[in-house]
């Protein structure tokens, strides 16, 4: 096969604050031919997730910083055009890490073979992907059972909406905030929550004070800030908080003061469990399994917000920080 040019996706500055279009520059690259063992695919879509404003910081954290200067890395599904390894013949569908590109060369090991019978393959990159599997361990984390009031912050994102969907099929109380009265109705009546406010109406404790009057078990917080003090407020007696991402504060430039209420943590005798989804990746078998049959059997719904072309993946990525996506955020390549 001759040689494949690739648009990809670099970050050239760090921001300071909200990223804008300057922190990053669309490049052109030519792939070398392929060597014995290496396998070429050609991206179909890539994610663009919260977390990766955390990554163009120059800092450590449990994920590396992005390099100045090269293409970036995230979630991918694709498929195979050329294959020189035995593991993968020409049209496989597989996931990879190396999003932010068209077209890309990889060992066997790089990628994770997936079924073209489920679609849209996009859906790899959420409810079956990632993000789903990052709501499924929060609620593993802090053993949601049947009865349990669950409040879920950013709850018509990617994470929020496949969390209360599950909780639901747990038989949960489910209750989401949201940024828009399209959100608040997708949560309702798509995802099956019993009840969700919207927090750019009013403050966010006495909405959740009307929609738990009796309180809540399990905080699924997406969002920190404002939205989880007044789930330490709303929080019974020996309630948990799952703490899976906070992106109400990713852009501030300076540390904010935390909850005014903290001490509810001691009085309540409350528990908070941070969440990676890395570590829980020996069970990802067992996700697959379990979530993959409830959205075969058409009990879990998967939303996407599909934004066309590499040339608009940036735009995609700052519209998370925008309220502009319902349920996952996708870039579809090709």
């Known amino acids: 096969m001759s040689k494949i040019k690739s648009r990809e996706i670099r970050l050239t500055s760090r921001p300071v604050g909200i990223p804008n279009a300057a922190n990053f520059t669309l490049a052109e690259t030519e792939l070398p031919a392929l060597n014995q063992g290496e396998v070429l695919v050609r991206n179909l879509f890539m994610s663009v997730d919260p977390y990766m404003r955390g990554r163009m910081n120059d800092r450590k954290s449990y994920v590396p910083p992005f390099t100045l200067g090269q293409p970036m890395d995230g979630g991918a599904v694709g498929e195979v055009v050329e294959s020189r390894a035995g593991e993968f013949k020409v049209g496989d569908a597989v996931t990879s890490h190396r999003g932010w590109r068209e077209y890309f060369t990889a060992q066997p090991a790089e990628l994770h073979s997936v079924s073209r019978e489920i679609q849209p393959l996009s859906i790899y990159l959420g409810a079956l992907g990632m993000p789903g599997m990052t709501a ?158 409830y959205f075969r059997a058409g009990r879990l719904k998967n939303q996407e917000t599909v934004v066309k072309g590499i040339d608009h993946a940036v735009e995609a990525f700052i519209g998370l920080f925008e309220g502009s996506n319902i349920g996952k955020m996708v870039v579809q390549l090709a």
Request: negative net charge.
């Open 136 to 293: 499924w361990c929060g609620l593993n984390l802090v053993d949601v059972k049947a009865g349990d009031v669950v409040f879920i912050s950013g709850a018509a994102g990617a994470v929020g909406n496949v969390a209360g969907q599950l909780a639901k099929l747990r038989g949960c109380t489910v209750i989401g905030s949201a940024g828009s009265p399209d959100k608040v109705r997708f949560l309702l009546d798509e995802c099956g929550f019993d009840r969700a406010l919207n927090y750019k109406t009013g403050p966010v404790l006495p909405q959740l004070a009307e929609a738990a009057p009796e309180g809540i078990d399990v905080y699924f917080d997406n969002v920190g800030g404002e939205t989880l003090e007044a789930a330490l407020s709303a929080l019974r007696v020996h309630g948990r908080i799952v703490a899976c991402g906070s992106i109400s504060l990713y852009n501030e430039t300076k540390p904010l003061p935390g909850p005014s209420n903290l001490f509810n943590m001691t009085t309540k005798r409350l528990t908070m469990k941070g969440l990676i989804v890395s570590d829980w990746m020996n069970r990802q078998a067992e996700f697959a399994g379990e979530v993959g049959g």
